[in-house]
């Protein structure tokens, strides 16, 4: 836990270099107001470094104060975590391809097996693939429907009519 | 200003039947996501932020109210009958309706919630209807130092002074700021932390933020650490108060109203605090203090609900007349209005008296339905909590991508998506607090904005801030309330030790 906290404030770190970095390419021209559009990259620069130094100060000098407990297990269960990280970054890579309808049916039957096997019950039958895929397309066709038939907001369909 | 003929026109625009349906729509949502657990009102009015694309502001707006209070009325039944709270406002309810509810009394403790989230939601807006034009009229001699500061208040009070760590708190503003960052700058047009991807041109879409941090960041916990909770449900018995139940409960309502609409109005929001006083209020003058904690005492349901509910309605003032979010939703709510080129503030009630108006006239409304559907349709609710958690969190899944993708139509804002939500599960497993982010990223550009003009009123110097009256009083506001904690925990130690 204590590495895992100072990590955190060693990556506020870079990511304050980081800004720093991009607020030296921002020009400064003030106007009238004698600060320019990189007044306040610069602070906020200055802001993320002084509470990644004061993090990594105390991750190292007995740990983050006053912390809540986290709730639920003292480790991750990460072949759960990796099947809705595919679910999630699938459907961000097919849904311009093979649709809305489809692409969200997909990464509800992928997020719907990491849950399962958090629980301990991964079922990979393909009956259960069967029954997941048909409540996900029952959730996301509707939900689809309403927005590009009612609303008129553009989702990727499969097919240019908007019903699939 | 006659407000009451402006009221009777904005109940004239919300009572619409077309109107009414999207209160009922919202009311309905809201309650629904009050009471599932993983997804909040802040979700789910970011999830549906695509509907402002095409949908006229006054009719999503009080859609948009609907679901944020809605969600209040939802969330008192989860934290009753489950055993873990739907929201952060119900934590405290959780504590005694649980143990009402263990002890056969269910049915009391819903009661005694939604009547009392009705009757502080009322008052609160009538507080809403007088007040707000007031402050309005007030804040429309405010230039720009007095709002640069405004906003410095609510920078503090959302990430020094409400959570338990300042230091997590400043971290999670400071993430917040340099999201509002990333795009073109309102003042100079110069593009600001694009990495030369146009789609960053435009900035962070709040909808990706919220949704990111929220929804998508509790799947993957849920995923990660949680798989193995169970969760027990409560009996329910029937929704009944006997007399001695009201008249218990009505004091603890009236009391807990007072307490909680000045944490709402003051930019120091979240329902945390008033929600605590009012329990700590009623524990101390109840006359059953032996309740408390055993068997569970109705006042101690029936105050905490009653000032989150106040607290919850208070917090349109500082939104609606000064544009400053204090909690995720109003933040959320803000970015509404952004999409429709609107900007809330002291001109709102000028500019769009029609649009403010049939809002507060929705909310006299919107508590009706929600009484109506949180007493007698309660059962309904009830089975909502029977969806097995991996078709849940499946399916909140689906209505991110909704949210995200409708906004903006582009697949590598999903691909962010994923990005902010392991970003949240890493704030949730270290305890950072959330709304620091939200806020940061939404006010940080406009409090950018009104520093820069400030500046530029003062001819570049910065002692614009201290010649003006409003903005000395406004800086010696946000030094006590970033001091006086620490010196009431000094008081404390040394005599904590002795």
Redesign the interface.
Known sequence: MRAHQTAIGAGMLVVAALFAVGATSIPSEAGYAGVGPNFLPWVVALLLGACGVFLVWEATSGGFRAMEEPSGAAQGHWPGFVWVSVGILANALLITTIGFILSCALCFVLAVRGFKSSEGRLDLGPKAWLVDAAIGITIAAPVYWMFTQLLAINLPGLTNGGWI | MDIWTQLLQGFATAGTPINLLWALLGCTIGTAVGVLPGIGPATAVAMLL??T???DPTASMIFFAGIYYGAMYGGSTTSILLNTPGESGSMVTAMEGNKMAKSGRAGAALATAAIGSFVAGTIATVLVTFFAPLVANYAVKLGPPEYFLLMVLAFCTVSAVLG??T??G??A???G??MG?VGI?Q??G?A??TAGVPELMDGLEVVLIAVGLFA?AE???????????VETQNKMSKVHMTALEWSRSWPAWLRATFIGVPFGCIPAGGSEIPTFLSYATEKKLSKHPEEFGTTGAIEGVAGPEAANNAAITATLIPLLTLGIPTSNTTAILLGAFQNYGIQPGPQLFDKNAALVWALIASLYIGNVMLLVLNLPLVGLWVKLLKIP???L???I???A??GV??MR?S?FD??L??AI?LLGV?M????FPTAPVVVGMIL?PLA?AQ???A??IG???WSVFVERPASVVLLVIVAAVLILPRLAQLRRKPAGTA
């Open positions: 695509p509907i694309l095409k949908v338990k760590s230091l997590r400043i971290a503003l400071a993430v700021l340099a960052l700058d003042i100079s110069q600001r932390y998508v799947a993957l916990y849920a995923v990660l650490y949680e798989g193995r909770v958690k991996p078709q969190y499946a399916g899944l689906i209505f991508t909704v993708y409708g139509q697949a999903l691909v998506l994923y939500g890493v949730r497993r270290f305890d940080g950018e520093m820069r003009n500046l530029s001819e570049g110097k």
